[in-house]
């Protein structure tokens, strides 16, 4: 589903270039569940955001589905994104002044789904994530536990290839946090695609694979 190829990030830093990714090799099969971890400033979220098409390499490849992306225009990148990728961030990235049900729908009008058909998937997958009765509640009525399923079922309502996730249990309980990596353990028994970056050891053994990273380098693959 995904190759990585020589993958390389740096960044501006005053009159210095900091490389961040140096040279990453990894490939995701479909239906595969693979956690990234490492201390802070591993680059984690960083390949992250190159594998999910959210930031430029600075060089190498990456193949999604087979499609060298790197040779998408951005206007093509933009439509990839929308369509074959699902998102989940640490911080939920919800519209404040859009009710739960108004923000998962809202991506599926984008991508050209009647209004019916938009509400009638939303609603599915509230439902799917536990949140059947909070459908027409504002994020700041709802917990952060809560916000995150809102967030998950926006991410996968149009059925992505691939979801991504960057730390989504970073700002949640316990408890809130096991719900959350149980949605992602069913998604993953039905075959979907995760790509997770996590710092917790306890949930990254939900994951098939566990990609260790040190100083932009990837330093171990561990099967769970």
């Known amino acids: 589903m995904i190759e990585v190829k020589n993958l390389k990030k740096s960044f501006k830093d005053g009159e210095n270039r ?26 984690k979220s960083t390949l992250l955001y190159q594998m999910s098409l959210l930031d430029e390499p600075t060089s190498g490849e990456i193949l999604i589905d087979e ?8 206007n093509e990148k933009t439509l990839f994104r929308l369509s074959k990728l699902g998102y989940v961030f640490q911080d939920y ?10 923000n998962v729908a809202l991506p599926l009008l984008m991508q050209d789904f009647s209004e019916k058909k938009a509400y009638e998937k939303a609603t599915e997958h509230l439902i799917l994530v536990g949140l059947g009765e909070r459908l027409n509640n504002l994020p700041s009525q709802l917990s952060g536990g809560e916000q995150q399923r809102v967030s ?40 979907q695609t995760i790509i997770m970056v996590t710092h917790e050891l306890e949930y990254s053994k939900f994951a098939q694979r566990i990609v260790h990273l040190d100083d932009g380098k990837i330093v171990s693959i561990e099967n769970n």
């Open 18 to 43: 900091v490389a961040v990714l140096k040279g990453i090799d990894l490939s995701v099969k479909n239906g595969e569940f693979v956690a990234i971890m490492g201390r802070s400033g591993a680059g």
């Open 67 to 74: 499609k060298n992306t790197i040779k998408f225009s951005i």
């Open 152 to 191: 998950i079922a926006r991410a996968i309502a149009h059925e992505p290839k691939i979801l991504f996730a960057d730390e989504p249990t970073a700002n949640l309980d316990n408890e809130s946090s096991r719900i959350i990596m149980n949605i992602f353990k069913e998604l993953h028994a039905e075959g």
């Open 93 to 102: 990235a919800l519209l404040p002044e859009m009710t739960a049900l108004e």
